[in-house]
């Protein structure tokens, strides 16, 4: 595709489900971020993935985030026993490689709703 | 650690007029420093960067930005605002090495007045 997709856009779960938010890059993307963005905040960075490989998951809130990139393309953040504050924007984004100054494209975002 | 300040969470224009929205940094290093704009349900699409060079750069609907170091600052400008610039607009650095994650200001709600 053209840019970053992410799928759902909008998810609605009740406290203590667990969800899997999907993340697309564009082809050919080496570098993959997540990011949280809270209501009227910027986004906050999550976690690093450089192909299929996790180099960063300092930006992980809790043990109950977890990501994945398996075969170095798509990408799932998992969130296990949603709890209230939860609720944000999930944003991904790509970059064609790892260097400075390097643009970070992203998708469109998951808005989570956590009841 | 490092920081972006954007000052003023909601700046109001008039339509015509001069935008001017305001980031600062904080790195010991030179930065690689970003604008996005995002609009309503949508992603943050970027509107220009600073790496290295001309510390005057333009970008793309009009906005330029300068890189002063002498003041950690990287304020975003356009001469004159149109009724779509309205949006929320953030300033980020990235870090100098490792993984390059950006560090996003809170942001800056600009709304153009008819």
């Known amino acids: 595709g053209a840019g970053v997709s992410q799928s759902p856009r909008y998810k609605v779960a009740k406290r203590g489900q667990d969800v899997a938010l999907r993340c697309d890059p564009i082809s050919g993307h080496v570098s993959l971020f997540w990011y949280q963005q809270a209501l009227g905040q910027g986004p906050e960075f999550l976690t690093y993935f450089q192909n299929e490989a996790q180099l960063d998951k300092s930006g992980l809130p809790s043990d109950r985030f977890f990501a994945e990139r398996p075969e170095g393309s798509v990408s799932t953040l998992k969130i296990q026993r949603t709890q209230q504050e939860d609720s944000a924007v999930y944003l991904c984004?790509?970059?064609?490689?790892?260097?400075?100054?390097?643009?970070?494209?992203f998708g469109p975002g998951t808005r989570l709703l956590v009841l | 650690a490092q920081s972006v300040t954007q000052l003023g969470s909601h700046v109001s224009v008039s339509e015509g007029a001069l935008v001017l929205l305001r980031c600062n940094y904080s790195s010991s290093v030179p930065p690689y420093l970003f604008w996005y704009v995002q609009y309503p349900n949508q992603g943050l699409q970027l509107l220009l960067k600073y790496t290295t060079g001309a510390t005057l750069v333009k970008g793309i609907n009009g906005f330029e930005a300068e890189f002063k170091k002498s003041e950690t600052s990287f304020h975003l400008t356009k001469p004159s605002a149109h009724m779509s610039d309205a949006a929320e607009y953030f300033c980020?650095?990235?870090?100098?090495?490792?993984?390059?994650?950006?560090?996003f200001g809170t942001g800056t709600r600009l709304k153009v007045l008819a």
């Open positions: 980020a650095v990235s870090e100098p090495s490792g993984t390059y994650k950006y560090i």
């Open positions: 984004a790509s970059s064609f490689r790892t260097s400075g100054g390097e643009t970070q494209y």
